[in-house]
């Protein structure tokens, strides 16, 4: 159960990236509103990994 978890996690993470890059691009084609949206998610994915992992207790160093 605990490796479910643990990939669980990193998916979040990767789905933050994925929202984060995407806004990016976005951003560059002028797409504010929708670059905005994808930011929002980004944020949202970034709460949520942080807090699974805070209740898993998978941290380290770097997410201190």
Same mark, same amino acid.
């Not at 789905?15 to 002028?30: D, T, V």
């Not at 509103?33 to 994808?38: E, R």
């Not at 994915?45 to 699974?52: I, Q, R, T, V």
């Given at each position: 159960?605990? *490796?479910?978890?643990?990939?669980?996690?990193? &998916?979040?993470? $990767?789905?933050?990236? +994925? =929202?984060?890059?995407?806004?990016?691009? !976005?951003?560059? *084609?002028?797409?504010?509103?929708?670059?905005? &949206?994808?930011? $929002?998610?980004?944020? +949202? =994915?970034?709460?949520?990994?942080?807090? !699974?992992?805070?209740?898993?207790?998978?941290?380290?160093?770097?997410?201190?």
């Amino acid at each position: 159960m605990k *490796k479910i978890i643990n990939w669980l996690a990193n &998916i979040i993470t $990767l789905l933050n990236l +994925f =929202f984060g890059c995407i806004s990016i691009i !976005l951003l560059q *084609k002028k797409y504010f509103i929708k670059s905005f &949206i994808f930011n $929002l998610f980004s944020i +949202f =994915f970034d709460y949520l990994d942080g807090s !699974l992992s805070r209740c898993i207790k998978n941290e380290n160093k770097f997410g201190k």
